[in-house]
């Protein structure tokens, strides 16, 4: 048995697995990431990076270079539905001014939304982990294979080349993927339909951008008598993937060769265009999310305890929050500032989200069947070639409208802020308002920024470099409150308890203000304290009869870090 008794040993290297070691090493928690592979993913996966997410990547440090390396907001400026790429275009949606350094995105946020695909956001999280780590966390081909566990850790078993060997750690992170080996071990199933459909993913290497300079699109949806898939613009120039949709009983994945896959990339361009192979997988769509997203000492973080459709582009992103509510958790009580009990809030807070986001990836993706009944393509292959001869010989086709109105129907799959910010829970490890809470921004595309604990701090610049969202730390609350008021408040924070979770004070002023509103008017008439979890979740607001401030702003933390029989004991 390995001598060392790691705070955490993480299973997974992909984007869950790296961010959690990133904000772990944050924490000074020691940890190993373990990957059966004997590297990082090498083909694009996901690739849409939302808001929220850059935001994380802000607070540990690569979201500069993400933005160096993204898509230029001006190749995202449509989605396409056509015969081939190259052909006949039924239609497009258009996404100018709602991707990139835009106004939707720069009102409620310090960053924006991005496209990189997976197999380049690796590097650049595992990097950033071996410099917050101060040495490489990762093992590579080293094989989870079980664990138990008892009063003091988990005891995991790790196959490696050089035989089993036995870790010991304090808790153990599941970031191992759809088919999670620990979601396994740990007797946690999955809840909905395994498989919705099933794909072919040709992976390919090329320069698009002579299409582009037509259609400078993220998402090329195919449609044509004998295909059906999308084609996914990783890269302008380097990864792409046609996802195409088959029936592995009559086709079976074995029969799609380089020859294959090459004459169906070849269909799908529909004019010459030079491309290499890079490789040929198989998919199946599922909807699912686990039973339970904790076993005792034993948790799932990202796809290993959810899949979704790639519909709305969630996975990667819904995995992100996963990770930044549960690290910060798990540090709190490792370092015996939080009680057990906090740890609970975890599930009840991402599951519901995950549930969420797996309906509206399952609705995303019902929705498209109304461009392809617009088109006709749902009539069968012999029909819908008949309507194709129709619309190839007169551009001023009556159906051509029909087509672009379901198309613009489309736009919350690919544009809705609701799902660019972090997501609010119903109930967590958050106090509910003792006072009105001012709703001075109006619902926008489902999101509306407040003070309203369980929501996410909403954006507002501090000073001209530093976001509200700059001022937080995975290791301790932080308590916004009026200038005024600061030293009162800094004589209730020094009141807590020593080994409570520490405070961090920042000092508001009505005038500071994001492009949407200032704090003044998140405030309302009377300006108050908030208290904000290392997450960025609003924890608790000041009541609006404030009593003692001192007992107040004890009993918030004692309640909202689980330490509420000492808490309240002491109050």
Not at 115 to 132: D, I, M, T, W, Y
Not at 417 to 445: C, D
């Amino acid at each position: 048995m390995g001598a060392e008794f790691l705070d955490l040993l993480i299973v997974g290297a992909g984007p869950s697995g790296l961010l959690a070691s990133s904000i772990a090493s944050t924490l000074g928690l020691s940890h190993q990431v373990i990957e059966k592979r004997s590297s990082l993913h090498t083909e694009p996966s996901a690739h849409v990076l939302k808001t929220h997410t850059m935001e994380v990547y802000r607070r540990i440090g690569v979201a500069d270079e993400i933005f160096r390396l993204c898509t230029p907001p001006e190749l995202q400026t449509c989605i396409v539905w056509c015969e081939s790429i190259g052909g006949l275009t039924y239609g497009r949606l258009d996404l100018t001014n709602r991707r990139g350094k835009v106004p939707r995105f720069m009102n409620i946020s310090p960053v924006h939304s991005a496209n990189l695909p997976q197999s380049v956001v690796e590097p650049l999280l595992h990097e950033r982990a071996k410099v917050l780590a101060g040495h490489d966390p990762v093992s590579f081909g080293a094989a989870f294979e079980d664990f138990t566990q008892d009063a003091e850790g988990v005891t995991v078993t790790v196959s490696q080349q050089s035989g089993r060997r036995q870790l010991r750690a304090r808790y153990l992170i599941g970031a191992d993927g759809a088919a999670s080996a620990v979601r396994r071990q740990a007797g946690l199933r999955m809840d909905g339909p395994q498989a919705l459909a099933h794909f072919l993913a040709i992976h390919i290497k090329s320069d698009m951008m002579p299409f582009l300079a037509q259609d400078p699109a993220l998402i090329f949806f195919i449609r044509s008598a004998g295909l059906e898939g999308f084609f996914i613009v990783h890269q302008p120039v380097g990864s792409q993937v046609f996802m195409m949709r088959f029936d592995p009983d009559s086709a079976p994945f074995e029969t799609f060769d380089e020859a294959r896959c090459r004459s169906i990339m070849e269909e799908v361009f529909g004019r010459p265009h030079v491309f290499s192979i890079a490789a040929i997988d198989r998919w199946a769509m599922s909807a699912q999310v686990a039973s339970g997203y904790r076993n005792g000492r034993a948790f799932l973080v990202g796809d290993a305890g959810h899949r979704f459709p790639p519909t709305g582009g969630l996975g990667l992103n819904t995995g992100v929050e996963d990770v930044e509510n549960l690290i910060w958790k798990l540090g709190a009580v490792l370092r015996g500032e939080a009680g057990e009990t906090l740890l609970d809030s975890y599930e009840m807070e991402c599951r519901p989200t995950a549930v969420r986001n797996t309906n509206q990836s399952v609705l995303n993706h019902s929705r498209m069947s109304e461009v392809d009944h617009s088109i006709g393509f749902d009539g069968g292959p012999t029909p819908f070639q008949a309507i194709l001869e129709q619309l190839k010989a007169d551009p001023d086709d009556a159906r051509f409208a029909k087509i672009q109105a379901a198309i613009n129907g489309q736009m919350p799959h690919f544009s809705f802020l609701k799902l660019e910010v972090a997501a609010s829970p119903k109930e967590g490890a958050f106090l509910r308002a003792g006072r009105a809470i001012p709703q001075p921004v109006p619902e926008n595309e489902g999101y509306q920024p407040s003070f309203t604990p369980g929501s996410h701090l909403p954006h507002f610049w501090v000073t001209a470099e530093c976001a509200s969202l700059d001022t937080l730390a995975y290791d301790r609350l932080t308590l916004f409150v009026p200038r005024d008021l600061q030293e009162v408040w800094r004589a209730a924070v020094g009141a807590l308890p020593v080994d409570w979770m520490a405070v961090k004070i920042v000092p508001l002023d009505a005038e500071m203000r994001s492009p949407l509103t200032s704090v003044g008017d998140f405030w309302g008439g009377t300006p108050f304290a908030m208290l904000v979890r290392p997450d960025g979740r609003i924890a608790w607001v000041e009541p609006d009869e404030p009593g003692d401030r001192d007992v107040e702003l004890a009993r918030a933390v004692a309640e909202i870090t689980g330490r509420q029989s000492e808490g309240t004991s002491a109050l």
